[in-house]
């Protein structure tokens, strides 16, 4: 059989991760990435830990470099961008140092990203208003604080990402104000009395939230941003200003090539196998559709873990194996300074606007047995569907690492465990690692006593 042509559009998370799966099931191949961005594969969850300077170096965050790709013969075009794809005649046309090529392909991958959201207001043209999305954006943060000896600063939006960089502005000792609309952040992720606990830990290192507010206009001399007023009143003087108000789908290519874009999220369409309306073209990641894995309703869910496993359903079936796209759970987490914060599934305000009949349990107990050095709070939620008595939701604040525990809890969600099997897990204890009652098994038990559910 001849080598199948696979051609990858982007090489960030979702177009690396099918470019290296496929090679290690399929020697034969002939696996090409055109990226259109100057560095290779890096990690975009790590920029913020830059930024702060815990992690050293943005050099540092490049995850897979020239040399890795050659050694598993891959083609890996750095600095090349796809321009046009012909499906008709199954090629991609691409453009590097200003002139433009075609390269023909079996399969194609589009895995091309998203981009910052912009807010259009008076002044957004000013300098040293930023997006938070790529590598070039945080370089340029980063240089900009230091160019200007940035004092002040000004965050908008209320995602994890805006939480990330107030932290990272906060430990260099930038004054930062976080503007946002509700009253708390993280709103889709972590019911208030959680996200408050969040933003107390914040305040306390210095991060001023500001709820309830929508920007006016930006104002600067000389090109550059000074001000800030807000639609409540508010005037702030700032040295620079992040938004970090959301990305949108990168789907420009795609829909020129006649690729299904879904209304609802404005990523592109695509089905259980990540295969869109085109045959033998797929796509993943931020770019392409999911959808909630307890409500069924098509969303966007942009992170890396969506990327990873969406990209792996795609490799398994280009590689010729059905597998089926489970969707998503939100499942992700944040530190914030000493607190580490975790969630997945729905939130328990999220879950009864969506008229499930939801309940939740919150549970506070040591991380480990109160003899042990180190021991800390876990305060942990259990949301649950009350008609299936089934887990829908998990939420965890500690200054112990609970990714474990809500990876846990992912997998008994997706898994539709319901709380009387959940009381029946077999976990993993002892004193140095964790403490005789587990929190999920604990919160569980909590709700089989509330819900009669014996
Ligand atoms: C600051 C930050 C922190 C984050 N932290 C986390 C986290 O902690 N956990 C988590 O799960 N997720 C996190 N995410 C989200 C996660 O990084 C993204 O969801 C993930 O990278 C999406 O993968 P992707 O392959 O779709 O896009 P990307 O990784 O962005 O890759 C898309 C690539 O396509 C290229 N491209 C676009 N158009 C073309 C074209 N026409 N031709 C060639 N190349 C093209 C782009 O240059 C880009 O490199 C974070 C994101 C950011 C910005």
């Not at 890996?76 to 433009?100: D, F, P, Q, S």
């Not at 040295?239 to 006649?258: C, H, R, S, Y």
């Not at 607190?339 to 009949?357: E, H, Q, R, V």
Request: charged residues 25%; proline residues 2%; hydrophobic residues 40%.
């Amino acid at each position: 059989m001849e080598a199948k042509k696979i051609v990858i559009i982007g090489g960030g998370t979702g177009g690396s991760t099918v470019a290296s799966f496929i090679r290690k099931f399929d020697r034969k191949a002939e696996i090409t990435i055109f990226e259109a961005g100057k560095w290779p594969t890096y990690s975009l969850c790590g920029m913020p830990f830059a930024l702060a300077g815990i992690v050293k170096s943005f050099d540092k965050l490049i995850e897979l470099t020239p040399a890795y790709y050659e050694k598993l013969r891959i083609n890996y075009y750095l600095e090349t961008k796809v321009v046009k794809i012909k499906h008709k005649e199954r090629k991609v046309v691409y453009a590097k140092n200003g002139e433009e090529f075609e390269k023909d392909y079996d399969v194609l991958i589009i895995a091309t990203g998203s981009k910052g959201k912009r807010l259009k207001v008076e002044g957004s043209d000013l300098k040293g208003i930023f997006t938070a999305r790529t590598m070039d954006d945080f370089r340029s943060i980063n240089e900009y604080i230091e160019r200007k000896n940035v004092r002040k600063a000004a965050i908008v939006g209320a995602g994890f990402i805006a939480a990330e960089v107030a932290e990272a502005l906060a430990i260099r000792n930038i004054k930062t104000y976080v503007l946002h609309r509700g009253e708390t952040i993280l709103r889709r992720l972590f019911d208030k009395d959680f996200a408050k606990t969040i933003m107390n830990v914040m305040s306390k290192h210095g991060v001023v939230f500001m709820p309830g507010r929508h920007v006016h206009k930006y104002v600067g001399t000389n090109g550059f941003v000074e001000k800030i007023t807000t639609e409540e009143g508010d005037t702030l003087n700032v040295d620079m200003v992040i938004e970090a108000i959301g990305t949108a789908p990168n789907i420009q290519l795609a829909k020129e090539a006649g690729i299904k874009i879904s209304e609802k999220t404005g990523a592109i369409k695509v089905n259980e196998y990540m295969e869109t309306n085109l045959r033998e073209v797929y796509a993943v990641g931020d770019a392409a559709s999911s959808f909630n894995a307890i409500t069924g309703e098509e969303e966007s869910n942009m992170l890396a873990t969506t990327a990873f496993r969406q990209a792996r359903v795609a490799a398994y079936n280009i590689l010729g194996s059905k597998v089926k796209y489970k969707g998503h759970l939100g499942t992700s987490g944040l530190k914030a300074f000493e607190l580490y914060a975790g969630t997945t599934g729905l939130i328990d305000k999220m879950a009864k606007s969506k008229g499930l009949n939801s309940v939740a349990v919150t549970l506070s107990l040591p991380s480990n047995p109160h003899y042990y050095p180190g021991v800390k709070e876990i305060r942990f939620k259990l949301v649950i569907d009350k008609d299936s008595k089934r887990i829908i939701g998990a939420q965890a604040l500690s200054e112990k690492n609970i990714a474990d525990l809500i990876t846990a809890a992912s997998f008994l969600i997706m898994n539709k465990v319901d709380i009387v099997n959940t009381t029946l897990m077999d976990w993993c204890y002892t004193p140095p690692l964790s403490y005789d009652w587990n929190v999920i098994i604990e919160s569980a038990f909590q709700a089989v006593k509330r819900l009669k559910a014996i």
